[in-house]
């Protein structure tokens, strides 16, 4: 019986650190997006200004093509491109801590969106559920540890 039970509590912490690793795995897969559009003819608009991401994460600007075309400039690693119609989206992966600016321009360079990516090592600190799954894992495996040497402390004095 006590067998079953140490075997049941294993397979329970091996899939709850399965489940904690996959959902870990998708948050460090996700990209944030900062979308780059045009109000009447020009003007360009940024919906996601103050973009906040962790290290190594990407953060994909993509244009959608309201008007001709548009510059992107930027502190490295964002650099310098233009977003059109044919090359919609541009791709920046952050390797350093820091605040990063850039902005967006018009074809005749008159009106300027800007905006900034804040790289934040905090920002990837485990949330409250994650505390808790590292908690449950903790708790699993001490009490299959307890049952296990108190199961041997029997069975030695017998």
């Known amino acids: 019986m006590k067998k079953a039970f140490v075997s049941v509590l294993f397979i329970l912490s091996l899939f709850v650190i399965f489940v904690s690793a996959k959902a870990e795995e998708d948050k460090a897969g996700a990209s944030t997006f900062v979308t780059i ?88 600190t485990p949330t409250l559920t994650d505390w808790g799954i590292i908690i449950l894992i903790g708790l699993i495996i001490s009490s299959a540890v307890f049952i296990l040497l108190r199961r041997r402390k029997a069975t030695v004095s017998a």
Do not use: M
């Open 37 to 124: 559009n045009c109000k009447g003819d020009t003007i360009p608009i940024i919906d996601n200004p103050e973009a906040r991401i962790c290290l190594t994460k990407t953060v994909t600007f993509k244009f959608i093509p309201s008007c001709d075309s548009v510059k992107l400039k930027g502190d490295s690693p964002i650099d310098s491109c233009w977003l059109s119609p044919a090359n919609p989206q541009k791709v920046v992966t952050f390797t350093n801590l820091g605040i990063y600016h850039y902005w967006v321009t018009d074809l005749a360079a008159v009106d300027t969106a800007y905006g900034v990516v804040n790289v934040l090592a905090s920002y990837c």
